[in-house]
């Protein structure tokens, strides 16, 4: 194998493309048309919509300090500053995390009082019974309330009044009794949210709540209120943007890893008609002095076309109004890691088939097949190897499901979890890592194989 050789494939592969009169508009247009179709089909039909979700709660929430709660219900100490207007008449007492809690099991859709709720709501006692029920669908979704809730809601209140007054409360607090307490500053202690990431009221319960979160933070309508009170009022003092979800916009990741693992079937035939035009029927492979330079050769001039792709459909995709929640350039990296496992379906296909036509065939239906069993679609039956091994990024271990086997399952977790759900690279780091993997395990595969039933083939 020498490179010059490689170069030599990939430079005659591309000009056979450039030189075709509709290979380069075709390759141009089947994204924008593939997300477009889909578009057309499913933007129309909202899902979710005055859905109420079973939302499991477990709320660690330690409360505040006795200090502060005396210092906050002192009316004289506080003169017309009084936190009011709770849903939970012992929301100090009993902290923020109750208070929090109320607040969601009162929330109803456009904020309506004779409207669905958007959760009903169970108190859990720990995550054991939570990943329970989550595993048997009893409940869509599970928030977990940290210990230190309500010193960070006070932090918050804290740089609310810094913010607008130019000192802490407890500063201001101060200059009337020296000996009161400093309240909470800089307490950032995470919500978790667990569930299945592959479950559709998942998805659609978990984008509701990370908007309810943002919207508690904001303080600028969450700590407010006439004549001097602060108010924390949530359905009423917060303007929660509760979005209408479609399965348009909650199939974009399927979508897009579904349109990348399709290539190999449309460039495979785009190869064959031109060899089959001009009778070279695999002549590639014929004048390739060994299987790794053929492979090689044709991956190079694969790579480009597909990252082009593939940023046709991340474009595509935004332009029929797909609005993701998470780094949108980090979930287009998360779609390229599928490239060699794409690759390698043309070479596992041409190293049995001598047959462009029947090349083309079965790449044309296997790229679909496989897309669904991955579940970029539907959610697939769950086919068990090993229980509970698994790590996700919402805290609940799962199966490896048979389907894991396939790099795609891993592609299509990962972007959904950045651009549904706006996790971080550490936390689909795992699903990453696996989609990785296993595409240069079969990538590498397709090499091996390739080579054993060409050397097949030509002996006979």
């Known amino acids: 194998?020498?490179?010059?050789?490689?170069?030599?494939?990939?430079?005659?592969?591309?000009?056979?493309?450039?030189?075709?009169?509709?290979t380069i508009p075709y390759?141009?247009?089947?994204p924008i048309f593939f997300i477009a179709l889909y578009w057309f089909g499913f933007s129309a039909s909202p899902i979710g919509l005055n859905q109420t979700f079973t939302l499991g709660v477990i709320n660690h929430d330690d409360g505040m300090d006795i200090q502060i709660q005396n210092m906050l219900l002192n009316e004289t100490l506080m003169g017309n500053w009084s936190l009011d207007q709770f849903h939970s008449t012992e929301a100090l007492t009993d902290g923020f995390g109750s208070e929090f809690i109320s607040i969601l099991a009162n929330l109803t859709y456009n904020n309506q009082p004779n409207s669905s709720h958007i959760f009903d709501i169970s108190v859990l006692p720990d995550e054991h019974e939570a990943d329970t029920k989550l595993k048997n669908r009893e409940l869509d979704i599970v928030l977990i309330l940290p210990h230190q809730f309500s010193n960070a809601s006070l932090g918050l209140l804290n740089q609310y009044w810094k913010s607008t007054y130019g000192m802490y409360f407890h500063e201001f607090l101060q200059?009337?009794?020296?000996?009161?307490?400093?309240?909470?500053?800089?307490?950032?202690?995470?919500?978790?949210?667990?569930?299945?990431?592959?479950?559709?009221?998942?998805?659609?319960?978990?984008?509701i709540l990370v908007n309810l979160i943002k919207g508690y933070r904001d303080l600028t309508t969450a700590f407010r209120g006439p004549g001097g009170s602060i108010k924390i009022v949530m359905n009423e003092e917060i303007n929660i943007s509760i979005p209408t979800y479609s399965l348009f916009g909650l199939s974009?990741?399927?979508?897009?890893?579904?349109?990348?693992?399709?290539?190999?079937?449309?460039?495979s035939l785009f190869f064959c008609m031109e060899f089959r035009t001009n009778n070279r029927t695999f002549d590639l492979i014929r004048l390739s002095t060994s299987s790794s330079t053929y492979i090689f050769g044709t991956f190079l001039i694969q790579v480009p076309v597909m990252i082009v792709q593939a940023f046709l459909l991340f474009a595509s995709s935004l332009l029929m109004g797909f609005q993701p929640q998470g780094d949108i350039f980090l979930g287009y990296l998360i779609a390229?890691?599928?490239?060699?496992?794409?690759?390698?379906?043309?070479?596992?296909?041409?190293?049995?088939?001598?047959?462009?036509?029947?090349?083309g065939t079965i790449l044309g239906f296997g790229g679909p097949f496989l897309g669904f069993m991955s579940g970029a679609f539907i959610e697939v039956p769950k086919i068990i190897l090993v229980k509970d091994i698994l790590p996700t990024a919402s805290g609940i271990s799962?199966?490896?499901?048979i389907w894991d086997l396939l790099p795609l399952t891993h592609t299509v977790s990962a972007l959904r979890q950045v651009l549904l759900y706006d996790f971080t690279l550490t936390q689909v780091f795992s699903d990453i890592l696996?989609?990785?993997?296993?595409?240069?395990?079969?990538?590498?595969?397709?090499l091996l194989f390739f080579s054993y039933f060409r050397f097949w083939r030509s002996s006979q």
């Open 398 to 401: 799962r199966d490896f499901l």
């Open 27 to 30: 390759l141009i247009i089947f």
């Open 434 to 446: 696996l989609s990785i993997m296993l595409s240069l395990v079969y990538f590498f595969s397709s």
């Open 336 to 359: 390229l890691t599928i490239l060699p496992f794409s690759a390698s379906l043309i070479y596992f296909a041409t190293a049995i088939f001598s047959n462009e036509d029947v090349v």
């Open 175 to 207: 200059t009337i009794d020296p000996s009161l307490p400093d309240f909470p500053i800089h307490t950032t202690e995470n919500i978790s949210i667990r569930g299945d990431v592959s479950y559709l009221n998942y998805q659609i319960a978990n984008s």
């Open 252 to 267: 974009i990741p399927g979508l897009i890893a579904f349109g990348i693992i399709i290539q190999p079937s449309l460039i």
């Open 1 to 22: 194998m020498s490179l010059r050789q490689i170069l030599a494939i990939s430079h005659r592969i591309g000009v056979q493309i450039i030189r075709s009169r509709w």
